[in-house]
């Protein structure tokens, strides 16, 4: 494994460097925007190596994998950052917020319930971003952009949710320039200053429209393993 290191190490930094660009190309601080490293479905061993790369924040989709992967590396490097950025269950809810540091996806109120009630018992507060769903995709979990304002203020002032910002996942084969613009316009009008936005395929794009966070895999570590 020792061989893959440089590859990992140069991929981050290519990121990096561009992720810089883009930022100042939109007249933006490169510091402003976080590199999530999305390590999901990827082994622990591939993901200390980014670690021992100088990255520190990372996410995931799975909370049954994020259990069985984290402990060991975030015992060795108590620094990282762990983002969940995949759907969640209800009855998940409760583990997530005590495993994971920020949570992306709150997407309903029973999920936003779940939450306040697991952050009372576990005196845990991780901050949280509402997902919201931009394309209006029936397959895809989020709020739809004409309910966001309501929501917001429900997870805010009803559950007393840290919400600090918002995440979308454009449709594939949509132009994603609009829904970064959506979402941001959203956030704007709420006061929040978090946007979890683009992917490996369009985090340029999502910059120059405002991203704080962006979620990049394979540019990174490959392409998904199958699982």
Known sequence: MSETLPNIAASLQAVRDQIDAAAHAAGRDPADVTLIAVSKTKPADLVAMAIEAGQRTFGENRLQESEEKWPGLRSAHPDVELHCIGPLQSRKVAPAVGLFDVIHTIDREKVAAA?????????????????????????????????????????????????????????????????????????????????????????????????????????????????
Do not use: W, Y
Not at 132 to 153: C, H, L, M, W
Not at 193 to 213: C, K, P, Q, W, Y
């Open 115 to 227: 939450a306040a009630k697991a952050m009372a018992e576990q005196e845990r507060r991780p901050d949280c971003l509402i997902q919201i769903n931009t394309g209006e995709e029936p397959q895809k979990a989020g709020i739809a952009p004409s309910e966001a304002d309501r929501f917001v203020e429900t997870c805010i002032e009803k559950h007393g949710l840290p919400i600090t910002g918002l995440m979308c996942i454009p449709p594939v084969e949509d132009e994603p320039a609009p829904h970064f613009a959506l979402l941001k316009k959203i956030a704007d009008r709420n006061g929040l200053g978090v946007l979890s936005m683009g992917m490996s395929a369009d985090f340029e794009t999502a910059i120059r429209f405002g991203a704080t966070h962006v979620r990049v895999g394979t540019a990174i570590f490959g392409a998904r393993n199958q699982t």
